[in-house]
Every structure is written in structure tokens, then in C-alpha cells.
């Protein structure tokens, strides 16, 4: 499941768990926190674009 993927990867990037890393170390997981959440909300638009599509197939199916 996408959002039980994105909440464990958030988990373990986040910026407030990672006060005992090297300040580089930290900048890099700064960045993949980002990156993660920005392919979460792409892949989230996504999905909800699809489910839309989906809806609308099925109510032209019904109507028809």
C-alpha cells in the first residue's frame, strides 16, 4: 500500500529524528525526506486521478 510505504519511509527520514546524525548525513536525509514526500503526492494525484476515471467509466457503463 502507497501510503503505508510513504509513513514508513517518512518515519526513519524524518528531519526531527535525526538530531544524532553527522550534519551531512543529516542534509542527505533531509533531501530524501523531500524527495520521498514529493513521489508520495505525485503518486497520490495519480491514484486519485485513476479512481476518478474508474468512477466515471462505471457510471457510463450504468447509464448505458
Known amino acids: 500500500d502507497l501510503k503505508n510505504r510513504y509513513f514508513e519511509l ?31 503526492e505525485f503518486l497520490k494525484e495519480k491514484l486519485i486521478k485513476v479512481f476518478d476515471l474508474v468512477k466515471i467509466k462505471n457510471f457510463i457503463n450504468q447509464v448505458l
Request: no cysteine; hydrophobic share 25%; charged share 50%.
Open 10 to 40: 517518512s518515519k526513519i527520514y524524518h528531519p526531527d529524528r535525526l538530531n544524532q546524525m553527522k550534519q551531512e548525513d543529516r542534509k542527505i536525509a533531509e533531501k530524501e525526506f523531500k524527495r520521498i514526500k514529493k513521489a508520495y
